[in-house]
């Protein structure tokens, strides 16, 4: 096809070898080969060179335009082979801005704009059952899943608050404890983070004092924290929930917390794009510059989330 295209172009078989760096007998026989198996003649020969024929010229065309298609895709699945270009499908549980994760993809984007970047928000469950349908390439979760069929890795971690309505008594406090909170209702949402949260307050509360009060609510995150706002009971969230803007609500560090929660990636062994790769690699690098995850804004107030 080279060889027949380049005799098109210069209308002349000894040009069109000397262009391709092959001798003109290569040329002849390709040509003449092509010509036999299609059982069409493509050039008309004469003295001074050749001219397409009317069928020759409408093969050319076809063939200039397939080539073009074909040396577009071996191009567009190099840059997807190398993560220059392609689709991103991500699994959250919030997209809060100034948090690690929103920083996170934020500096993907930047870095690697060529790739399409999608955004799923939901549970955890939610968020490996699309892993497994391959309808997600990564998803970020609270806690460190054990998953025998799935990748993890601890990305970032964040402080646990507890958010009260600012006229609550224990609102001018600089921070709380888990007997403070024990006679409260809490209130969880069923998306999100809302199931791991609802099991880390009976967790903690258990054995302890008499069950908790827990009332759970198919709403947002944003409506959510309105509602302890308006004082129907207290939540517990991460630190970069403490970034959202939200008014009539107070946010204290439990002191009694064991421990930051951790936030984890899950991915697909089977997933082997450079796409991913590349996520990973800039996850690992901002996890060393800030294992904390504390991400700082003008309020200066820590973020993170739950």
């Known amino acids: 096809m080279i060889q027949t295209r380049a005799v098109a172009e210069y209308l002349n078989f000894r040009h069109a070898a000397n262009a391709l760096g092959v001798s003109l007998s290569s040329v002849s026989a390709r040509v003449k080969t092509l010509e036999e198996d299609l059982g069409i003649l493509l050039f008309e020969r004469h003295a001074r060179g050749v001219r397409l024929t009317q069928a020759g010229r409408h093969f050319v065309e076809l063939v200039a335009a397939g080539l073009d298609q074909l040396d577009y895709a071996v191009k567009a699945a190099g840059m997807a082979a190398s993560g220059e270009c392609g689709r991103l499908r991500i699994g959250v549980h919030a997209l ?32 490996v059952m699309q892993l497994r349908a391959d309808r997600l390439d990564i998803a970020f979760v609270a806690g460190t899943p054990e998953l025998p069929d799935c990748h993890t ?18 609102a001018g406090q600089s921070a709380v404890t888990w007997a403070d909170l024990a006679a409260e209702t809490f209130l969880v949402r069923h998306g999100g983070t809302g199931p791991q949260v609802h099991n880390h307050i009976v967790l903690r509360l258990a054995g302890r004092w008499s069950a908790p009060s827990i009332l759970r609510f198919d709403v947002e995150r944003g409506t959510l924290l309105s509602m302890v706002g308006q004082g129907f009971g207290i939540t517990i969230v991460g630190a970069a929930t403490s970034l959202l803007p939200t008014s ?43 294992p904390a995850g504390l991400r700082r804004r003008d309020s200066d107030r820590p973020a993170a989330h739950l």
């Open 96 to 127: 809060i801005p100034g948090s690690f994760l929103g920083e996170l993809i934020e500096r993907y984007r930047e870095d690697h704009s060529c790739i399409e970047v999608e955004i799923a928000e939901g549970t955890a469950r939610d968020a």
């Open 153 to 170: 890795r601890r990305i970032w971690t964040e402080l646990l608050l507890a958010a009260l309505p600012e006229r609550h008594p224990l």
């Open 248 to 290: 009539g609500v107070v946010f204290l560090p439990i002191t009694d917390e064991p421990e930051p929660v951790v936030f984890s990636a899950i991915w697909s062994p089977f997933n082997q794009g450079a796409a991913l790769r590349n996520l990973l690699a800039l996850a690992r690098e901002m996890g060393r510059a800030d």
